[in-house]
């Protein structure tokens, strides 16, 4: 059954739409990936999503979750779905995490919003979920602080903190974008490894699509706002329709097949 | 004396605007239109006044404002008007005069101790601190101690005062720009030190020191004003809103009006800078000006 | 911790004893003779050797420096010109006015601005919020004298609620008039730091409104308020208190202000008049005390400023 679902969604910004007319849906066990190049407008409709936009943005068509319309409802409403419905991991897990706060507290804050969980509740399940993140050593870490932990470790932190509440979509906006290449293969790995434990409904928004392409099944091409393809992975790697979507194929191509003989120059000397 | 507020930029949160022309800040428009106004009542003076500034009227004192003297006249029957013109010649003057030592003595300074090595930056840094720590009014009461209360005493310590915030500002967004890659390349070619300075430093900066100057002139204003109405400022006869407040002090149960157009034009002198601070730095700012570019995204 | 507490207070001294040096060197070193400057034209040559004599001008300059700072350290400060009272005796007499004064007013500004410095932050396009920033710009840019005069004339002359100024002989034997007489003057000095400390604090609050964290927060279901209370007081609390150590020195100094508005017997009045008395030894005792002061405040400042923030004590 779709939990998240929206029609119609355009965002302006002093009248000039920068999405627009977005439509997809997301169930359970979903897991789609969104793709486009910055500036696409990939990251506003992950935010908007979650009624999250800054001031000064307006948003029109519908966004249903669990049937109920939520563009434009007030805060009170957005806060119930915000966490417990829907969770969302930021690109840079660096300023995402409060730099003054032991990571434990972090993750133990929307369990006890949420769950009104009381502090030595929260604090263990804290220590579970940075288990299940495989954090080494939890019941130490839980009190270390973000600038105490490695780039890699602090999104593991920021993906504990989004699914604590078991939330039964998640949104992941560029989540390795700001990782290094070996950390990146392995939050990857954690990510899936996750959703399929949990069923957890994921959007994974992305600018690059070999990443996109390994852990989602279904894709969505974003360009200058709009959705300019939909369709299985496989089918839009194979046969991409839209111009656009050749492009980014023909180009993730390029970068594999230049990539190859130069790692090897490296290797030689 | 107070101290000069610098807002954090609000960025993230802020509202998603497309950028506007800067002479569409409304900041800058207001400040400019009220910081004109004081320069038209200083520069005014010195064409034309009401009466003379020695003119007394005997026969009426403490009278509230008329058609013979619009802002009404003092206990010794001088028009306030005329006051308040020759007041601002003096908060202006004294006011650009104390901006222009701080940044002759600030801005070498600090590029010195932005561009030379550890021991020269951090000496530099300590003297910024102490003086930092000895604030402006007192520096002003050893002075007069010394010399006696004049114009050039009240000039020398607004300005020193002034200079070392001034100083550290400088060396902080110069060592910033020192940092930077293109400064990298162009020493590596062997481009000369000075050469930098002109070229990529300077130009780098004069946004934030001209927001620096604009916000030094409110507080040089409100620091003469101090120094007047305590008696340690420019001597009788130059007339000076800070004196005029502390003589209508003592009137202040008969003639209470007296006591707001001076109190009055200090504040609107001072905003008036205040918000021409806050647009030029909306509209010069470079960094601020990328922000509101990556907002539009 | 340890290392940095020695490092630091070592550069306390260090920034003393130039304190120290720079009121001995501006007092005596620029040109002019103190001793003629300080007389009345026309005094006769045995006025001035006995004024050179008491001042220690007659001495070799490096002599006199050498005293200024041996006298320091041991907390001798002089007599006065004009009583021959030990200076330090008529500073501490002064303090039951001014530490009262300053302390109050820095106290009484801290509970009045941090919550409405965070309301205006909040609410910043609102009404209210847009009243806040507008009154403190006034507040800031009105000198603090004349906001004093409008007390004064509103509350003691219009109303007749509290004295105009004047502070009782007797002192604090009389609580009830010592209040009294301070009630204004705290008022007056609240108004004035209190508009920079709404400023700053709601600065501080928009800063943290922006970061990323509050975004993240909400995005786990708390509301701006929760969220606020959740991630403001520790990473706002750095910037706010480097504020409070600036706040406290300008209570201070605005304290020569004020008493002068409100005619009472504090410290600042005594610097006030010994400056036109020229009585230059109450001159430079006061004022390296105030800005002896000031360092100490600033070093207080630093070292809570690390206990507030761990990263801070990483780096060193």
Same mark, same amino acid.
């Given at each position: 059954m779709t939990i998240l679902e929206t029609s119609g969604l355009t965002v302006t910004l002093d009248g000039q739409p920068l999405v627009h007319d977005v439509s997809f849906g997301l169930a359970a066990h979903d897991r789609i990936g969104l793709i486009g190049e910055s500036g696409s407008g990939k990251s506003l409709t992950a935010l908007a999503l979650l009624g999250l936009l800054p001031p000064g943005m307006r948003t029109s068509g519908r966004i249903l979750i669990d049937g109920q319309d939520h563009l434009g409802a007030p805060d009170r409403q957005w806060q119930r779905v915000r966490g417990r419905t829907a969770s969302i991991v930021f690109q840079e897990p660096q300023t995402a995490l409060d730099p003054l706060m032991p990571v434990g507290r972090q993750i133990a804050g929307p369990l006890r919003l949420h769950q009104g969980l009381n502090r030595s509740d929260a604090e263990r399940r804290a220590i579970e979920w940075c288990d299940r993140v495989h954090l080494p050593d939890p019941a130490r870490l839980v009190r270390a602080l973000p600038h105490e932990l490695s780039g890699g470790q602090r999104q593991r932190v920021a993906l504990a903190m989004a699914l604590a509440c078991r939330p039964r979509i998640l949104i992941a906006d560029e989540p390795t974008t700001a990782l290094d290449v070996t950390v990146q293969a392995q939050i990857l790995a954690l990510l899936d490894e996750l959703i399929a434990e949990t069923g957890v409904g994921l959007l994974f928004i992305s600018h690059d699509l070999p990443v996109v392409a390994g852990l989602a099944r279904h894709l969505l091409v974003m360009r200058n706002g709009r959705l300019v393809e939909s369709g299985p992975v496989d089918d839009v790697l194979r046969r991409p329709r839209s111009g656009y979507a050749r492009q980014l194929v023909a180009s993730a191509a390029t970068v594999t097949r230049l990539a190859r003989p130069a790692a090897r120059e490296e290797k030689k000397q | 004396m107070s101290t000069p507020v610098v807002e954090a930029v609000d960025t993230v949160t802020a509202p998603a605007t497309r950028r506007r022309p800067g002479w569409r800040s409304p900041s800058l428009v207001v400040g400019a239109a009220l910081l004109l106004t004081v320069l038209a009542l200083a520069l005014g003076s010195l064409l034309w006044s009401p009466y003379a500034l020695d003119h007394t009227d005997p026969a009426a004192r403490l009278t509230g404002p008329s058609a013979q003297h619009w802002a009404g006249t003092d206990r010794l029957g001088r028009d306030q008007f005329t006051q308040l013109m020759l007041g601002a010649r003096t908060a202006v003057w004294i006011g650009l005069a104390s901006v222009a030592v701080a940044f002759a003595i600030g801005v070498p300074l600090g590029l010195l101790a932005a561009s030379t090595g550890r021991f020269v930056e951090n000496a530099v840094i300590a003297v910024i601190d102490i003086v930092i720590a000895f604030p402006t009014l007192l520096l002003a009461m050893l002075l007069v101690t010394v010399y006696g209360a004049s114009t050039a005493v009240a000039i020398s310590a607004i300005g020193i005062g002034v200079s070392a915030e001034v100083a550290r500002l400088t060396r902080i967004s110069a060592s910033r720009v020192f940092t930077q890659d293109y400064v990298l390349a162009a020493r590596t070619c062997g481009t000369r030190p000075l050469m930098i300075l002109v070229r990529h430093v300077l130009p780098n900066i004069w946004p934030t020191l001209l927001v620096q100057a604009t916000l030094a002139f409110g507080v040089a204003v409100i620091a003469e004003a101090s120094l007047s109405y305590l008696g340690l400022g420019t001597p009788p006869p130059a007339p000076s809103w800070g004196r005029m407040l502390q003589e209508a002090q003592s009137t202040v149960s008969v003639a209470p009006w007296n006591v707001l157009l001076p109190g009055l034009a200090v504040a609107v002198t001072v905003v008036g800078i205040n918000l021409l601070g806050d647009g030029l730095r909306e509209v010069l700012d470079p960094q601020l000006r990328q922000e509101r570019r990556a907002a539009q995204r | 911790m340890l290392g940095y507490l020695a490092r630091r207070v070592a550069w306390l001294l260090g920034s003393l004893f130039v304190a120290g040096s720079a009121v001995f060197f501006l007092l005596r070193v620029l040109p002019g003779d103190p001793a003629v400057t300080l007389l009345a034209v026309g005094s006769s040559p045995d006025q001035i050797s006995t004024i050179r004599h008491q001042l220690g001008t007659d001495r070799p300059v490096l002599t006199q420096y050498g005293h200024w700072l041996g006298d320091l350290v041991t907390g001798n400060l002089g007599n006065s010109l004009? %009583?021959? %009272?030990?200076v330090l005796d008529q500073i501490v007499g002064r303090l039951p006015v001014t530490v009262p004064l300053a302390l109050s007013a820095f106290v009484l500004s801290i509970v009045v601005a941090v919550p409405i410095g965070v309301f205006a932050a909040v609410r910043r396009r609102g009404l209210l919020g847009v009243a806040v920033s507008t009154l403190t710009q006034l507040g800031i840019a009105l000198p603090i004298f004349w906001i004093g005069i409008v007390v004064v004339w509103l509350v003691a002359v219009q109303w007749r609620a509290l004295p105009p100024g004047g502070f009782p002989r007797t002192g604090w034997q009389e609580p009830g008039a010592a209040i009294q007489s301070l009630v204004l003057p705290v008022a007056t000095l609240t108004i004035a730091q209190g508009s920079v400390l709404v400023r700053y604090v709601r600065s501080a609050t928009l800063d943290v409104l922006s970061q990323e964290y509050v975004r993240t927060a909400r995005s786990l279901g708390y509301s701006l308020p929760r969220a606020l209370w959740r991630h403001g007081p520790r990473n706002g609390a750095a910037a706010v208190i480097q504020i409070l150590g600036i706040l406290l020195a300008s209570s201070l100094l605005g304290t020569v202000v004020i008493e002068s508005v409100f005619a009472l017997p504090g410290l600042g009045s005594l610097l006030l008049t010994s400056v036109k008395a020229r009585d230059l030894p109450i001159v430079q005792g006061a004022v390296f005390l105030m800005t002896a002061t000031v360092l100490v405040v600033g070093l207080v400042v630093d070292l809570v400023q690390r206990l507030v923030d761990p990263r801070l004590r990483a780096r060193a």
């Amino acid at each position: 059954m779709t939990i998240l679902e929206t029609s119609g969604l355009t965002v302006t910004l002093d009248g000039q739409p920068l999405v627009h007319d977005v439509s997809f849906g997301l169930a359970a066990h979903d897991r789609i990936g969104l793709i486009g190049e910055s500036g696409s407008g990939k990251s506003l409709t992950a935010l908007a999503l979650l009624g999250l936009l800054p001031p000064g943005m307006r948003t029109s068509g519908r966004i249903l979750i669990d049937g109920q319309d939520h563009l434009g409802a007030p805060d009170r409403q957005w806060q119930r779905v915000r966490g417990r419905t829907a969770s969302i991991v930021f690109q840079e897990p660096q300023t995402a995490l409060d730099p003054l706060m032991p990571v434990g507290r972090q993750i133990a804050g929307p369990l006890r919003l949420h769950q009104g969980l009381n502090r030595s509740d929260a604090e263990r399940r804290a220590i579970e979920w940075c288990d299940r993140v495989h954090l080494p050593d939890p019941a130490r870490l839980v009190r270390a602080l973000p600038h105490e932990l490695s780039g890699g470790q602090r999104q593991r932190v920021a993906l504990a903190m989004a699914l604590a509440c078991r939330p039964r979509i998640l949104i992941a906006d560029e989540p390795t974008t700001a990782l290094d290449v070996t950390v990146q293969a392995q939050i990857l790995a954690l990510l899936d490894e996750l959703i399929a434990e949990t069923g957890v409904g994921l959007l994974f928004i992305s600018h690059d699509l070999p990443v996109v392409a390994g852990l989602a099944r279904h894709l969505l091409v974003m360009r200058n706002g709009r959705l300019v393809e939909s369709g299985p992975v496989d089918d839009v790697l194979r046969r991409p329709r839209s111009g656009y979507a050749r492009q980014l194929v023909a180009s993730a191509a390029t970068v594999t097949r230049l990539a190859r003989p130069a790692a090897r120059e490296e290797k030689k000397q | 004396m107070s101290t000069p507020v610098v807002e954090a930029v609000d960025t993230v949160t802020a509202p998603a605007t497309r950028r506007r022309p800067g002479w569409r800040s409304p900041s800058l428009v207001v400040g400019a239109a009220l910081l004109l106004t004081v320069l038209a009542l200083a520069l005014g003076s010195l064409l034309w006044s009401p009466y003379a500034l020695d003119h007394t009227d005997p026969a009426a004192r403490l009278t509230g404002p008329s058609a013979q003297h619009w802002a009404g006249t003092d206990r010794l029957g001088r028009d306030q008007f005329t006051q308040l013109m020759l007041g601002a010649r003096t908060a202006v003057w004294i006011g650009l005069a104390s901006v222009a030592v701080a940044f002759a003595i600030g801005v070498p300074l600090g590029l010195l101790a932005a561009s030379t090595g550890r021991f020269v930056e951090n000496a530099v840094i300590a003297v910024i601190d102490i003086v930092i720590a000895f604030p402006t009014l007192l520096l002003a009461m050893l002075l007069v101690t010394v010399y006696g209360a004049s114009t050039a005493v009240a000039i020398s310590a607004i300005g020193i005062g002034v200079s070392a915030e001034v100083a550290r500002l400088t060396r902080i967004s110069a060592s910033r720009v020192f940092t930077q890659d293109y400064v990298l390349a162009a020493r590596t070619c062997g481009t000369r030190p000075l050469m930098i300075l002109v070229r990529h430093v300077l130009p780098n900066i004069w946004p934030t020191l001209l927001v620096q100057a604009t916000l030094a002139f409110g507080v040089a204003v409100i620091a003469e004003a101090s120094l007047s109405y305590l008696g340690l400022g420019t001597p009788p006869p130059a007339p000076s809103w800070g004196r005029m407040l502390q003589e209508a002090q003592s009137t202040v149960s008969v003639a209470p009006w007296n006591v707001l157009l001076p109190g009055l034009a200090v504040a609107v002198t001072v905003v008036g800078i205040n918000l021409l601070g806050d647009g030029l730095r909306e509209v010069l700012d470079p960094q601020l000006r990328q922000e509101r570019r990556a907002a539009q995204r | 911790m340890l290392g940095y507490l020695a490092r630091r207070v070592a550069w306390l001294l260090g920034s003393l004893f130039v304190a120290g040096s720079a009121v001995f060197f501006l007092l005596r070193v620029l040109p002019g003779d103190p001793a003629v400057t300080l007389l009345a034209v026309g005094s006769s040559p045995d006025q001035i050797s006995t004024i050179r004599h008491q001042l220690g001008t007659d001495r070799p300059v490096l002599t006199q420096y050498g005293h200024w700072l041996g006298d320091l350290v041991t907390g001798n400060l002089g007599n006065s010109l004009f %009583t021959q %009272t030990p200076v330090l005796d008529q500073i501490v007499g002064r303090l039951p006015v001014t530490v009262p004064l300053a302390l109050s007013a820095f106290v009484l500004s801290i509970v009045v601005a941090v919550p409405i410095g965070v309301f205006a932050a909040v609410r910043r396009r609102g009404l209210l919020g847009v009243a806040v920033s507008t009154l403190t710009q006034l507040g800031i840019a009105l000198p603090i004298f004349w906001i004093g005069i409008v007390v004064v004339w509103l509350v003691a002359v219009q109303w007749r609620a509290l004295p105009p100024g004047g502070f009782p002989r007797t002192g604090w034997q009389e609580p009830g008039a010592a209040i009294q007489s301070l009630v204004l003057p705290v008022a007056t000095l609240t108004i004035a730091q209190g508009s920079v400390l709404v400023r700053y604090v709601r600065s501080a609050t928009l800063d943290v409104l922006s970061q990323e964290y509050v975004r993240t927060a909400r995005s786990l279901g708390y509301s701006l308020p929760r969220a606020l209370w959740r991630h403001g007081p520790r990473n706002g609390a750095a910037a706010v208190i480097q504020i409070l150590g600036i706040l406290l020195a300008s209570s201070l100094l605005g304290t020569v202000v004020i008493e002068s508005v409100f005619a009472l017997p504090g410290l600042g009045s005594l610097l006030l008049t010994s400056v036109k008395a020229r009585d230059l030894p109450i001159v430079q005792g006061a004022v390296f005390l105030m800005t002896a002061t000031v360092l100490v405040v600033g070093l207080v400042v630093d070292l809570v400023q690390r206990l507030v923030d761990p990263r801070l004590r990483a780096r060193a």
